[in-house]
């Protein structure tokens, strides 16, 4: 370590330092990640000082400990994913892409806790005119937030390190950060590790909220990664697609609450307007009796949500046929192909194959195993699923069909939003009755004669396209 001036080359993604460049890290495989970083970085401050002399006072664990009040937004869908309100002295990671609407859900969430609560507001990338502009658009021109443009931590820190200088603190974002100490760039792990940790500490010693905003790379990472989720109490994201007006924000980890948890907004003109009922939203715009659509009743962290799944099949000009998926995991697609083969006699090999989740929702439950092998096989044979039918399930290796959790709530959402049947896995309880009519799969070759069987009335052309994508 002690060549190049004292400096090390630390990998941006997982945060591993090596004494040499290197195209690829050698801790977690990233290729291109690894940026100098002088070496006296925030490791070499003094750990103990004269607090090293005190002995630790032990607690039992049996006690009384009043859990102070959340401070809830009256913002529903971020109260939620928050676990009911934001735990005072804790600190949030809000992450996602540039321009998904960070700032402005935090300008909105400041607004409203403003109307309780002292709230701080402190911008590293845009000035207070630009703030102003945004909260005027948004009607929130009036709400007593306080702001400030600045991006030096020692400054931020000073006027935080008072009691109770505030209650809510936003920084926006932890990569325009900088602690003067240390040589590297803002935006580098050194940086953002340093910065968040004299924030954190100032957090939980006055007892603030503190709301980081991070920027997530191209990589799908915040800068800065690993380090900052392990620093923090909890970590939402931010996602939705670019070109869709639904926003998502999820919670992956949280201290305080449930993870998994989501939250639904729908960007306007006048800033992130709540959605009450997503699985509506979501099917809006779904066009019925189509090949290739399933609607995939699925949980997102305590509720249910309906999605469309849509699935393409067109002949390949390439050598190696085209894999595209939007808004779910392309090794559980590879893998669903795969059992659609081996267990049911497809033939995708010739076939590129496209995977959407409509609406811009991302799915990781494997209960949509079901619901994508529906659309898929639907898509094959250019037959649509039964009209107005809701399918989960979770597929193995072997082409069973696996039952998943919460059936129940599952089949109530569907029957609330209209659905007539649901295409289920062999259930070996019987469930509470919905008034939904289930077909249960005990394997995907049951869903497949499902499909295959003839509608009442028609024939012809369905069988000629089935024969072009098995021929
Ligand atoms: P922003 O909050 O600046 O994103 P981030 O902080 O995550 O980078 O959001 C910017 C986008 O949101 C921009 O493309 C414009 C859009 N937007 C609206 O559509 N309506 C609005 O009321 C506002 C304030 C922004
Ligand atoms: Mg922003």
Redesign the pocket.
């Known amino acids: 370590m002690a060549r190049g001036g004292g400096s090390v080359f630390v990998c941006q993604s997982c945060g591993a330092a090596h004494p040499k460049w290197g195209g690829r890290c050698e801790a977690c495989g990233a290729w291109n990640t690894l940026v100098e970083e002088a070496v006296s970085d925030g490791s070499a401050r003094p750990a103990l000082g004269r607090a090293g002399k005190r002995k630790l006072s032990l607690a039992p664990l049996a006690g009384e400990t009043q859990s102070p009040p959340r401070r809830a937004t009256a913002i529903s869908e971020f109260d939620r994913v928050t676990g009911g309100g934001l735990v005072p002295g804790s600190a949030l990671l809000i992450g ?12 909105q969430v400041a607004a409203a806790l403003a109307q309780t609560h002292a709230v701080i507001y402190i911008s590293g ?2 000035a207070i005119d630009q703030l102003r502009l ?1 909260a005027e ?2 009607g929130l021109r009036d709400a007593p937030v306080q702001l400030a443009a600045a991006t030096a931590v020692a400054e931020i820190g000073t006027t935080l390190d008072a009691p109770r200088s505030a209650d809510i603190v936003i920084v ?2 932890v990569q325009t950060l900088f602690v003067e100490e240390l040589d590297s760039a803002p935006g580098t792990v050194a940086q953002v590790r340093a910065a968040s940790q004299v924030l954190i500490r100032l957090a939980k010693r006055h007892g603030f909220v503190l709301l980081l ?1 991070g ?1 997530v790379t191209k990589e799908g990472m915040i800068a800065g990664p690993k380090v900052l989720e392990h620093m923090v109490d909890t970590v939402l994201y ?1 996602e939705g697609e ?1 070109g869709h ?1 639904f926003r998502i924000l999820r919670s992956v980890k949280n201290r305080f609450g449930p993870a998994d948890e989501i939250g639904v907004f729908e ?6 307007r709540e959605v009450a009922n997503p699985s509506a939203l979501f099917l809006a715009e779904r066009e019925r009796d189509v090949a290739g659509s399933a609607v995939f009743a699925g949980i997102e962290g305590s509720r249910p949500v309906l999605v469309e799944i849509q699935a393409l099949i067109a002949p390949t000009a390439f050598a190696a046929p085209r894999r595209a998926v939007v808004g779910w995991d392309s090794a559980r697609l590879a893998m669903i192909l795969a059992v659609l083969e081996a267990r049911c006699g497809m033939a995708f090999g010739t076939c590129d194959v496209f995977l959407n989740v409509a609406g811009g929702l991302r799915i990781a439950e494997p209960a949509a195993d079901l619901a994508v092998a529906a659309a898929l096989a639907s898509a094959a044979l250019a037959r649509p699923l039964p009209a107005d039918t809701v399918v989960f399930g979770e597929i193995g290796l072997a082409g069973e069909v696996r039952a998943v959790a919460r059936t129940d709530a599952r089949l109530k959402e569907a029957a609330k939003l209209g659905f007539g049947a649901a295409i289920v896995p062999a259930r070996r309880q019987k469930t509470a009755p919905t008034g939904l009519p289930l077909t249960e799969v005990a394997r995907v070759a049951d869903l497949l004669a499902l499909l295959r069987r003839p509608p009442p009335g028609a024939r012809g052309a369905a069988g000629d396209k089935r024969r072009a994508v098995h021929g």
């Open positions: 996602g892409d540039p321009g998904i609407g960070k700032s402005t859900l935090l300008l990338e845009e945004r658009r948004l926006d974002s905003v920027h931010f670019r007006q960007m306007s003109d006048a800033g992130l």
